[in-house]
């Protein structure tokens, strides 16, 4: 579509979003309202900048419904997400939204180059998490032959790769190299494998990793980019010329703002990226802040697209760390430790990368006096600790506890994470 028709379209999609939140959504209304703003203050996207801010905050304080534009009888779906403390993230859909959910999932297959004669296994979670069934639709969508393996289970992802014929892998990026590295040790021809593309996405991966999988599987390897809270995976994705993602804007405006002035900035700077959902029904977001660091690019793309390009992710403007294609907030650790009494809120979380799996191991510091106890009693401690971690983030990690005052203090903010891995 030829720019200056897609502004129309966004424009008119985003007065009725705006017309949307303000009578369905008290949250949104009230911050109008509070801004002097009507409906009919907003006419086109260039009044963006006059709305106010949404937050992951903002879908903590209104969990875990207020933010929804319909009544619960027109939501079909829910998914659900980290969220900064105790309580998840939750996102829900009307038929409408899946529908447009399987659009630009299709599109993002289309554009890797896959069509209804390809074999797609999806080797991303299904549940909660909203990789395993985004990529479901999208393949259904294109009429491919949908392999819905879900996560995990190596031996088996291989065995059907050959005996199928999959010929696009869908799966988090540190798991294809782990595929692929599982292939080779295997012994394994790669010319009984058919694969010719990935889509990979989840969680940030550099050049570098994509060229080790695409040699080592001979793919193509496509980058994707989502979040649940806009609509899953989906939002935006690379075509076959890899350079830059496509944002599906037609259903996801995108804006970049200084992360700290939050001032809006002008085309190709590095800042944080914002979406207006301009299609959503069960969940409109107003400038949602992704804390995505990137860059946006208006130029005309040589495959033929109009759609803007994103750089790939590789930063956060917040803490917020990605294992294993889940979201991780320190702050989640920090409530199951404040939990319990036998520890102290002094703590260190290690990730790293071992064999292309990430892993994730949290010290931290015994009571004094708990520590002058038996070893038996440390050991069903640190059973514990890991049973609640596990519970509450969805993430196994490993628990060393140490001595009281063995982790470092620092005068400003303490560095609770130590990221060995490389991106
Ligand atoms: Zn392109």
């Given at each position: 579509m030829d720019r200056g028709d897609l502004r129309q379209v966004q424009n008119e999609r985003l007065r009725e979003t705006v017309e949307r939140v303000y009578f369905n959504v008290p949250y949104y209304r009230h911050k109008m309202q509070e801004a002097g703003l009507g409906p009919e203050s907003i006419n086109s996207v260039e009044d963006l900048t006059k709305l106010p801010f949404t937050t992951k905050v903002d879908l903590r304080d209104n969990y875990p419904f207020g933010l929804f534009a319909v009544p619960m009888s027109e939501i079909v779906r829910l998914h659900a997400s980290s969220g900064t403390t105790g309580k998840p993230t939750v996102v829900g859909y009307t038929r409408n939204d899946i529908a447009t959910w399987s659009e630009v999932m299709a599109r993002t297959l289309?554009?890797?180059?896959?069509?209804?004669?390809?074999?797609?296994?999806?080797?991303?979670?299904?549940?909660?998490?909203?990789?395993?069934?985004?990529?479901?639709?999208?393949?259904?969508?294109?009429?491919?032959?949908?392999?819905?393996?879900?996560?995990?289970?190596?031996?088996?992802?291989?065995?059907?790769?050959?005996?199928?014929?999959?010929?696009v892998l869908a799966c988090t990026p540190s798991y294809a190299l782990f595929l692929a590295e599982a292939i080779q040790d295997n012994g394994i021809d790669l010319n009984t494998i058919k694969l010719k593309a990935g889509v990979f996405g989840a969680e940030p991966w550099t050049e570098n990793m994509r060229r080790e999988i695409e040699s080592k599987l001979r793919i193509k390897a496509i980058d994707?980019?989502?979040?649940?809270?806009?609509?899953?995976?989906?939002?935006?994705?690379?075509?076959?010329?890899?350079?830059?993602?496509?944002?599906?804007?037609?259903?996801?405006?995108?804006?970049?703002?200084?992360?700290?002035?939050?001032?809006?900035?002008?085309?190709?700077?590095?800042?944080?990226?914002?979406?207006?959902?301009?299609?959503?029904?069960?969940?409109?977001?107003?400038?949602?802040?992704t804390r995505d660091l990137t860059r946006l690019n208006y130029g005309k793309c040589k495959c033929g697209r109009t759609l803007v390009r994103m750089d790939k992710c590789l930063g956060r403007s917040d803490d917020m760390l990605i294992v294993r294609g889940v979201n991780l907030f320190p702050s989640q650790i920090e409530t199951v430790l404040l939990e319990m009494s036998e520890?102290?809120?002094?703590?260190?979380?290690?990730?790293?990368?071992?064999?292309?799996?990430?892993?994730?191991?949290?010290?931290?510091?015994?009571?004094?006096?708990?520590?002058?106890?038996?070893?038996?009693?440390?050991?069903?401690?640190?059973?514990?600790?890991?049973?609640?971690?596990?519970?509450?983030?969805?993430?196994?990690?490993?628990?060393?506890?140490?001595?009281?005052?063995?982790?470092?203090?620092?005068?400003?903010?303490?560095?609770?994470?130590?990221?060995?891995?490389?991106?």
């Amino acid at each position: 579509m030829d720019r200056g028709d897609l502004r129309q379209v966004q424009n008119e999609r985003l007065r009725e979003t705006v017309e949307r939140v303000y009578f369905n959504v008290p949250y949104y209304r009230h911050k109008m309202q509070e801004a002097g703003l009507g409906p009919e203050s907003i006419n086109s996207v260039e009044d963006l900048t006059k709305l106010p801010f949404t937050t992951k905050v903002d879908l903590r304080d209104n969990y875990p419904f207020g933010l929804f534009a319909v009544p619960m009888s027109e939501i079909v779906r829910l998914h659900a997400s980290s969220g900064t403390t105790g309580k998840p993230t939750v996102v829900g859909y009307t038929r409408n939204d899946i529908a447009t959910w399987s659009e630009v999932m299709a599109r993002t297959l289309t554009s890797a180059g896959a069509n209804r004669n390809d074999f797609i296994q999806i080797a991303y979670g299904y549940g909660l998490f909203t990789g395993g069934l985004g990529l479901h639709y999208g393949g259904e969508k294109i009429g491919a032959s949908v392999i819905p393996i879900s996560g995990g289970n190596t031996v088996r992802q291989i065995q059907l790769m050959c005996d199928l014929g999959t010929t696009v892998l869908a799966c988090t990026p540190s798991y294809a190299l782990f595929l692929a590295e599982a292939i080779q040790d295997n012994g394994i021809d790669l010319n009984t494998i058919k694969l010719k593309a990935g889509v990979f996405g989840a969680e940030p991966w550099t050049e570098n990793m994509r060229r080790e999988i695409e040699s080592k599987l001979r793919i193509k390897a496509i980058d994707i980019y989502g979040l649940s809270e806009v609509i899953g995976p989906g939002v935006a994705s690379e075509c076959i010329k890899q350079e830059g993602l496509h944002i599906n804007e037609d259903h996801f405006y995108p804006e970049i703002i200084d992360p700290d002035s939050r001032a809006v900035l002008p085309e190709g700077t590095l800042g944080e990226l914002v979406f207006t959902t301009i299609t959503k029904e069960g969940l409109p977001l107003i400038r949602y802040r992704t804390r995505d660091l990137t860059r946006l690019n208006y130029g005309k793309c040589k495959c033929g697209r109009t759609l803007v390009r994103m750089d790939k992710c590789l930063g956060r403007s917040d803490d917020m760390l990605i294992v294993r294609g889940v979201n991780l907030f320190p702050s989640q650790i920090e409530t199951v430790l404040l939990e319990m009494s036998e520890i102290k809120p002094h703590y260190r979380i290690i990730v790293d990368r071992v064999n292309n799996l990430d892993t994730l191991e949290l010290q931290v510091e015994v009571d004094e006096e708990f520590f002058l106890d038996k070893i038996s009693q440390l050991q069903s401690l640190t059973g514990k600790l890991e049973n609640n971690l596990e519970s509450a983030t969805g993430l196994t990690i490993k628990v060393t506890l140490v001595e009281p005052k063995t982790i470092e203090r620092s005068e400003g903010k303490a560095q609770r994470v130590i990221d060995k891995r490389k991106f």
